[in-house]
């Protein structure tokens, strides 16, 4: 009688697969790291955008943590994932920190600054120390449209600040 092999034995199966040991602890994801945010700042109060997050190790399971929170997360290419930013929710200067989450892994964060507001208005500095040129200087930045009177003159001149001796 021919003896059998049985397919049990070690090294002896019709397959050479190997079920990962219920001992080992699961392989964790790759660790994500953040090469570049783009755009990096925004003015309080700048119209919403995406922000675009660069970098390496990230999945379709990558999820920005920005701010604090979790976010809702486009993966756009292997390097690039996006989310969107609302700069009208920040009431002061502030700068944030953006990390990427791979599960339980995540990269080290990258400063995102919120500045102040954008100004409609410029600011003119008054160089002139002798009044009739500080007069002339004024008038200047106002035609360039670089100032503009805080109160009305109802058509009259303003006047020169007084000249005193010493």
Same mark, same amino acid.
């Given at each position: 009688?021919?003896? /059998?092999?049985?397919? !049990?034995?070690?090294?002896?199966?019709? $397959? !050479?697969?190997?079920?990962?040991?219920? !001992?080992?602890?699961?392989?964790?994801? +790759? #660790?994500?790291?953040?090469? @570049? *945010?783009?755009?990096?700042?925004?003015?309080?109060?700048?119209?919403? /955008?995406?922000?675009? &997050?660069?970098?390496?190790?990230?999945?379709? #399971?990558?999820?920005?943590?920005?701010?604090?929170?979790?976010?809702?997360? &486009?993966?756009? #290419?292997? +390097? =690039? *994932?996006?989310?969107?930013?609302?700069?009208?929710?920040?009431?002061?200067?502030?700068?944030? $920190?953006?990390? &990427?989450? !791979?599960?339980?892994?995540?990269?080290?964060?990258?400063?995102? &600054?919120?500045?102040? @507001?954008?100004?409609?208005?410029?600011? %003119? =500095?008054?160089h002139a120390?002798?009044? +009739?040129? *500080?007069?002339? #200087?004024?008038?200047? @930045?106002?035609?360039?449209? +670089?100032?503009?009177?805080?109160?009305?003159? %109802?058509?009259?001149?303003? *006047? @020169?600040?007084k000249h005193?001796?010493?």
């Amino acid at each position: 009688m021919d003896k /059998f092999e049985s397919i !049990n034995e070690p090294g002896k199966s019709r $397959q !050479n697969f190997s079920p990962p040991s219920i !001992n080992e602890p699961p392989k964790l994801p +790759d #660790e994500p790291v953040i090469t @570049a *945010l783009e755009p990096s700042s925004c003015a309080i109060g700048d119209p919403d /955008f995406t922000l675009d &997050v660069t970098g390496t190790g990230f999945s379709a #399971e990558s999820v920005i943590h920005f701010a604090g929170h979790d976010e809702p997360t &486009v993966f756009n #290419e292997p +390097d =690039t *994932l996006s989310t969107g930013v609302k700069p009208s929710l920040w009431t002061e200067p502030a700068t944030v $920190q953006c990390s &990427v989450r !791979n599960g339980p892994v995540e990269s080290d964060p990258v400063d995102f &600054v919120f500045t102040e @507001a954008a100004t409609e208005e410029k600011k %003119h =500095t008054v160089h002139a120390a002798d009044p +009739d040129d *500080l007069e002339e #200087e004024l008038e200047e @930045a106002e035609d360039e449209g +670089d100032f503009k009177p805080t109160h009305s003159h %109802h058509g009259r001149k303003p *006047l @020169a600040p007084k000249h005193r001796k010493k």
